[in-house]
């Protein structure tokens, strides 16, 4: 006998009546879907008998999947403060059964919506996956498309990994073949090869299999999505990535934060550069030289998002990765935990992955060994830093990776300064005593004027000018005022 998922559809009743009676009858005017689905609407309640509340709160703790319509209402109220959309959502969540969440927001002005809508709108955006939509039979086919995904990684459809699996709602024409291209030129400079000279669509079919033939058409897998969709999240919504520094140590109050989406080389560019706008780059003058120094080794925290993407599990729809910046730390949760076997105490040296055509993908480009040597690497880069290692942990079904920075002593930090955060200030042309005054300057944040300057070299005011001029020029220092209450500082 089939095994039949349950399907609970809510959104408020009145306003959505159209578009949840369109959803049962399309999925059970779907040959295959019906045979795999039972759809709960609140409209096949008796009128008599057990009350409605009890029942229909019953219906949710028993499906397998809650399809959350949401439109411009936010329904009638309970005694508990709650709209029934609302309540049923709660209800849903408090399962500790693994379920599926798929949520359908109607059009795109939000200033139209109940305020309460609003608000529920927000706590839905922040920590799950959702699709818009503008007509019922826009809905309809998101709708189905995502039930067919289901069975996929349900492996009632297919047993294959998701990564080899064909993105059934894709074609070739998804595919962004300038993406490939910059994919080519940065595989031919890491792995010192020249570049084929073959076509995008044969290298994506014969040399990395991302491509497959089916039914006579050219149909991409997950993977060829994921790397070089032109927009991956239409199908993969799950495969973004959310950012978010926060103020002081605790995930309560915003100071920046960004849904990154795209193919997943893009992706990484636009995680270094949020990551390197918020965090701190102090400057240090180190014997003659001045030397940049980052709060955290970005390719510690690439490192972590690397592995984030290959392992996480792609059939957790309502989890993207999550990446969180605090005073003191940062931390990176990925979705899906731990393959069975796997222990959390002894991950260095082990290389097993749900994901091996991902993985694959980055080996071409060295983003990632064969050996299983990222978390070796993630700790001796923070260790190379001036840092403690990073802490593993696993917190239900996620796995975190937390890095702790050096709070307020940044400039304690003694990392190995790679030469192109260096300056040989030498190399500049300045003299010992430039070089001695950008250390109170740099290093002790002192301010320094001209009479201060030549009083502490024994020198005269023309001479002062002279050396001070020359640190404005090269940019170690500024100027900040004009005439007798000017003075210069760091830059």
């Known amino acids: 006998m089939i095994k039949k998922f349950k399907v609970f559809i809510s959104g408020n009743q009145k306003e959505l009546k159209k578009e949840r009676l369109a959803i049962k009858e399309a999925i059970l005017g779907n040959a295959v879907l019906r045979k795999f689905f039972d759809v709960f609407i609140f409209e096949e309640l008796p009128a008599k008998g057990r009350s409605p509340l009890m029942t229909y709160l019953k219906e949710v703790d028993d499906s397998d999947i809650y399809i959350g319509i949401i439109g411009n209402k936010y329904g009638t109220k309970g005694r508990d403060g709650l709209s029934p959309t609302e309540r049923e959502f709660r209800r849903f969540l408090k399962s500790k059964r693994q379920k599926e969440l798929l949520f359908y927001i109607k059009g795109r002005d939000n200033s139209k919506r109940d305020k309460d809508l609003q608000r529920l709108i927000k706590v839905i955006k922040k920590d799950y996956i959702y699709r818009r939509f503008m007509a019922t039979e826009e809905l309809k086919n998101q709708i189905l498309n995502s039930l067919i995904a289901y ?16 993105c059934r709602e894709a074609d070739y024409s998804d595919i962004d073949e300038k993406e490939v291209k910059n994919f080519l030129k940065n595989r031919a400079i890491k792995l010192k090869v020249n570049i084929p000279k073959i076509s995008v669509r044969e290298f994506l079919i014969k040399t990395l299999k991302t491509i497959k033939e089916k039914d006579g058409e050219l149909k991409p897998t997950n993977t060829a999505i994921l790397f070089f969709g032109k927009n991956p999240q239409d199908y993969i919504p799950q495969s973004e990535i959310r950012i978010a520094r926060f103020k002081g140590t605790m995930r309560i109050e915003f100071i920046d934060s960004k849904e990154i989406i795209g193919p997943i080389y893009e992706m990484l560019d636009e995680v270094e550069s949020f990551f390197k706008r918020n965090t701190r780059l102090a400057n240090k003058i180190v014997e003659f030289k001045r030397v940049d120094i980052p709060e955290y080794p970005f390719e510690a925290i690439r490192e972590a998002v690397v592995n984030a993407i290959a392992h996480r599990d792609y059939t957790r729809r309502g989890a993207p990765i999550k990446i969180s910046i605090f005073d003191d730390r940062v931390e990176v949760d990925n979705p899906g935990g731990l393959l069975p076997g796997l222990n959390i105490r002894n991950l260095e040296g082990v290389h097993e992955t749900r994901n091996d055509k991902i993985c694959s993908i980055f080996h071409e480009t060295k983003d990632m060994e064969r050996y299983g040597t990222g978390i070796i690497k993630m700790k001796n880069l923070m260790k190379e830093h001036g840092l403690k290692p990073p802490v593993l942990s696993q917190p239900g079904n996620f796995f975190k990776v937390t890095f702790y920075g050096p709070g307020d002593k940044i400039l304690d930090l003694v990392p190995s ?8 200030l030498k190399e500049l042309g300045l003299n010992d005593r430039q070089i001695e005054v950008l250390k109170l300057v740099v ?3 002192q301010n320094i004027t001209i009479q201060k300057y030549a009083d502490m070299f024994s020198i005269s005011d023309k001479t002062a000018k002279r050396d001070i001029k020359k640190l404005v020029e090269v940019e170690m220092i500024e100027k900040v005022g004009f005439k007798k209450g000017a003075y210069f500082k760091a830059k």
């Open 151 to 166: 069975l996929d990684e349900q492996g009632v459809i297919s047993r294959m990994p998701f990564d080899h699996l064909i």
């Open 443 to 445: 290093n002790k944040k």
């Open 417 to 424: 300064i790679p030469k192109e955060r260096q300056v040989d």
